[in-house]
């Protein structure tokens, strides 16, 4: 097996890349190294100034991934400021705004950097449209996961599995393009 190190201290997202490169021979390995994750308009931003933070301190090639939750009635929001309003005013709170509107549609997006010494930094780019619920439904995942149901299923993300919900989601998606770049067909 070869080893590529994850930048991240969520350890849901790791279980999630673990799961999704162990079938082309990778062994994932966590490093809670800590990077600012500076206030930006998109994720690939906040990913690009994470990899120049990390690049300074690690040598070898790694990843990490910058997510968020976009609300379509909500303008978009919290996208870039999922953590922020998760660690503040967290799923209640979402719920709480969501109360008087009818479109519940929103997306989570994914991106990965991809860093290897002395290239161009990569980036993978996953959706994943879906619904939110009314309620917390569910114990597994992570985040926004209880409120979040993917398009055209009926059980939220944390209702499923991590093989489940990886085969459906946004980070999935762009692990799977990681997984391209690592392991070409
Ligand atoms: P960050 O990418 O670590 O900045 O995370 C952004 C925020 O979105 C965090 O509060 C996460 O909990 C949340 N989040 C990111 N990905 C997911 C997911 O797959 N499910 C649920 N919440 C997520």
Same mark, same amino acid.
């Given at each position: 097996?070869?080893?590529?190190? *994850? ?12 799961? @999704?490169?162990? %079938?082309?021979? #990778?062994?994932?390995? !966590?490093?809670?190294?800590? #990077?600012?994750?500076? !206030? ?5 931003? /906040? ?30 929001? %919290?996208?870039? =400021?999922?953590? #922020? ?6 799923? @209640?709170? /979402?719920? !709480? ?9 929103? /997306? *989570?997006?994914?991106? /990965?950097? =991809?860093? !290897? %010494? ?15 619920? =009314? ?8 985040? #926004?996961? %209880? ?33 391209? @770049?690592?392991?070409?067909?």
């Amino acid at each position: 097996m070869k080893q590529l190190v *994850f930048i991240t201290s969520n350890k849901g997202k790791f279980a999630e890349a673990a799961v @999704r490169l162990a %079938p082309i021979g #990778y062994t994932v390995v !966590q490093q809670d190294l800590g #990077y600012p994750e500076v !206030q930006a308009d998109s994720l690939q931003e /906040v990913a690009q100034f994470g990899v120049e933070s990390v690049q300074k301190r690690v040598q070898s090639a790694f990843f990490l991934e910058d997510s968020g939750l976009f609300v379509s009635s909500l303008a978009g929001f %919290p996208g870039v =400021y999922s953590k #922020y309003v998760f660690l503040t005013i967290g799923l @209640r709170g /979402v719920l !709480q705004l969501m109360k008087v509107k009818t479109d519940r549609t929103a /997306v *989570f997006r994914s991106v /990965v950097a =991809y860093s !290897q %010494p002395g290239e161009e930094t990569e980036f993978f780019v996953g959706e994943c449209p879906g619904t939110l619920t =009314y309620e917390p439904q569910g114990m597994g995942g992570f985040g #926004y996961d %209880p409120i979040f149901i993917p398009k055209g299923g009926d059980r939220t993300f944390a209702d499923m599995t991590t093989q489940e919900k990886t085969r459906l989601s946004h980070r999935g998606k762009s692990l799977d393009m990681l997984a391209r @770049r690592l392991a070409p067909a």
